[in-house]
């Protein structure tokens, strides 16, 4: 590596045609699917969570979270094409998405303990399972994870320069107070929550195993969701939480590691996306009650994409009791 790559990383400005190339397309489609998803996912949550359901709670919460992240899609698309966006915007939207990140593994970590005191203590903690403890703790999710975000980003100086676009423009290479920031990021935001969710799935399957009361495929939909669920996140996370793991340790000082980890650092950004782009979809194809709600969006809207009287029902399509 020669003194231009130097000069070049400690102006911020690696080059990369992983950016310019694969966030348009890659963002575009997850937007395309995501956004519709869930906006889905929302509504079955929230038609759910009125009928008394805590765990929708949860799953509304996801839902706003992920449905923030998506719709930063294009001011990403917009940066990665040269295009000009606004500082304020250009550092609000780096925000919410890595708010997106810790608020999403909070919650997937409120929904693991939620099922895991349902079935492995069924006869204790109600008040926990009820739709109001839900809201309380869903509430000092979002409160906690954008405190203590933002006492981080204060400690950084990066809140001071908001309107400085410096909070959506990766330095590369790193320096010691964000390698510092990367650190408390990976351990309290991934390594904590992704211990209580793999806790909570053995503990689950080792429970359902060993009840005779619950049918067999019960265990397999409660099995199923928990599992994609946790896939999912880990598919979706630990190769971007590797990397900055990796950055943090090796690049502080050290031009050349900027340069080696560049590209996969982007990679690894845009495949974070598949997580709030899946966790919708996996929800309604599993749940038979979010299935419930869909098939009633469905039936309400036959009549208008079909030009029929509303009350007429089509030949051949059962109704979902």
């Known amino acids: 590596v020669g003194n231009a790559a130097l ?12 950016e310019k190339r694969m966030y348009p397309a890659v963002y575009s489609l997850f937007f395309i699917v995501g956004f519709p998803a869930n906006c889905l996912s929302l509504y079955v949550a929230w038609m759910l969570m009125r009928k008394g359901n805590n765990t929708a709670v949860y799953l509304v919460n996801l839902s706003i979270s992920d449905l923030l992240y998506t719709i930063t899609l294009p001011v990403w698309i917009q940066l990665a094409r040269d295009e000009h966006v606004g500082s304020s915007l250009c550092s609000l939207v780096a925000v919410i998405m890595y708010n997106s990140f810790y608020v999403g593994s909070g919650l997937l970590c409120c929904i693991s303990v939620d099922r895991y005191l349902a079935v492995v203590y069924p006869l204790h903690f109600h008040w926990v399972r009820e739709v109001k403890t839900a809201a309380a703790v869903s509430a000092a999710v979002w409160i906690l994870e954008i405190a203590i975000h933002g006492i981080l980003l204060g400690h950084t100086g990066a809140l001071q320069d908001f309107s400085a676009r410096n909070l959506c423009e990766e330095c590369f290479p790193m320096t010691h107070e964000d390698a510092n920031l990367t650190l408390t990021r990976v351990t309290l935001g991934f390594l904590v929550p992704i211990f209580i969710m793999t806790f909570c799935f053995q503990q689950i399957m080792q429970s359902l195993r060993q009840s005779p009361s619950i049918l067999q ?25 590797l990397v900055q793991l990796l950055r943090a340790i ?20 845009a495949t974070t996306t598949i997580n709030s782009t899946l966790d919708p979809i996996i929800y309604c194809l599993i749940s038979e009650s979010a299935q419930r709600e869909i098939w009633k969006v469905v039936d309400k809207c036959r009549p208008v994409l079909t030009g029929r009287n509303s009350t007429t029902r089509s030949r051949g399509i059962p109704s979902v009791s």
């Open 250 to 269: 090796l690049e502080p000082g050290a031009s050349v590691w900027a340069i080696r980890l560049k590209d996969p650092y982007l990679v690894t950004v």
């Open 7 to 18: 000069n070049q990383t400690n102006n911020c400005n690696v080059e990369s045609s992983v």
């Open 217 to 241: 495929a019960e265990r397999r939909k409660v099995g199923l969701l928990l599992f994609f669920l946790l896939l999912t996140y880990i598919v979706a996370f630990v190769p971007y939480q």
